[in-house]
């Protein structure tokens, strides 16, 4: 579109969102029928000129949150009421309980780390705009050839840093590569080093929990691995990443040269973050998720109560007793 057919549109789409004005005032106005006012309204929404966002009522699960917390021993649970939602729903809504809880633990001055992806980008959306000039926004892994743009590292910490009002790096780097020899001399390529290294100093982090699962995984979807890696990682042991970090179900992190190697901070470092927050749901996330919580790779977590449930019945299920046969 050129700049006129898109200040056309900004303009009708103002008078009827930001003025109160019905179609049939807007077209009296600028001289349209009723019928193309509303076919231009459309159009805006198309064309991302106009983003609407539903504010649903989060409700938590206050008893869910205690059991998981006590179980695994960490700081911040947020479980939602999902009742029936579909995924991407879900995930929209974990998004707002994210945000609250990243407006809730974040200082004036933070350093904030980010992974990236689909549950990072609605965290991205549901949160206000905050007055934090000071602080400033990292990559702690890098994803510069990731297909969808839209949920990549430097477009997420360019977002969240708008959102604060502060500023953000970003690591001009894949996320993963082929090679460890590769992986180690972009590492301390100056540039990088110097983001890696305000990374390392991050004192929040908000993480996206990875799974093997293909119809899930944003290793696939990004282009990374093939389908068939994928299937050998599983074959291997693996349920899922954490910023590349593999792991088995009871949190052993696992070296899988098929998986690439990930250019981003390393697993002891953000072990030591004081606010690790983990965002995912889905009940096929769960094994995921159990591997993160006892891999210490996450905090806090903010996931949904179906999902919760299934990290729990997974967790008390390698505690019963086998059956045994006379």
Request: charged share 20%; glycine share 10%.
């Amino acid at each position: 579109m050129d700049e006129t057919r898109i200040a056309l549109l900004a303009n009708v789409a103002s008078l009827y969102y930001e003025d109160g004005l019905n179609q049939q005032a807007i077209a009296a106005r600028l001289g349209y029928s009723r019928a193309h006012v509303s076919r231009l309204l459309s159009e805006a929404l198309r064309q991302g000129i106009v983003e609407i966002h539903v504010h649903h009522p989060l409700e938590r699960v206050p008893a869910l949150e205690r059991r998981l917390s006590e179980e695994f021993l960490i700081n911040e649970t947020r479980i939602l009421q999902g009742g029936g939602l579909t995924y991407q729903q879900t995930l929209r809504r974990l998004g707002g309980l994210a945000a609250g809880l990243l407006a809730q633990k974040i200082r004036p001055d933070a350093i904030l780390g980010i992974s990236w992806g689909t549950a990072l980008y609605e965290v991205a959306n549901a949160l206000g705009p905050l007055e934090l000039p000071e602080v400033k926004v990292v990559q702690l892994i890098g994803s510069a050839t990731s297909r969808d743009h839209h949920v990549d590292g430097p477009g997420l910490a360019r977002t969240f840093a708008e959102r604060f009002g502060g500023q953000y790096f970003t690591l001009a780097a894949p996320w993963l590569v082929a090679e460890r020899q590769v992986r180690d001399a972009l590492m301390v390529e100056r540039r990088m080093l110097e983001v890696l290294d305000l990374a390392r100093c991050a004192d929040i982090a908000l993480v996206g929990i990875g799974s093997i699962e293909p119809t899930l995984s944003s290793l696939l979807r990004a282009g990374y691995l093939t389908l068939d890696e994928l299937r050998e990682i599983q074959s291997l042991g693996a349920v899922g990443d954490v910023c590349g970090h593999h792991f088995d179900l009871h949190g052993n992190l696992m070296d899988i040269p098929v998986a690439g190697y990930a250019i981003g901070i390393e697993a002891e470092v953000l072990r030591r973050i004081p606010v690790v927050i983990g965002v995912a749901g889905g009940v096929a996330k769960a094994p995921a998720i159990l591997g993160a919580l006892r891999a210490g790779l996450v905090n806090c977590l903010v996931t949904d109560d179906l999902t919760c449930r299934e990290v729990l019945k997974l967790a008390t299920a390698e505690h019963l007793p086998e059956n045994t046969t006379t």
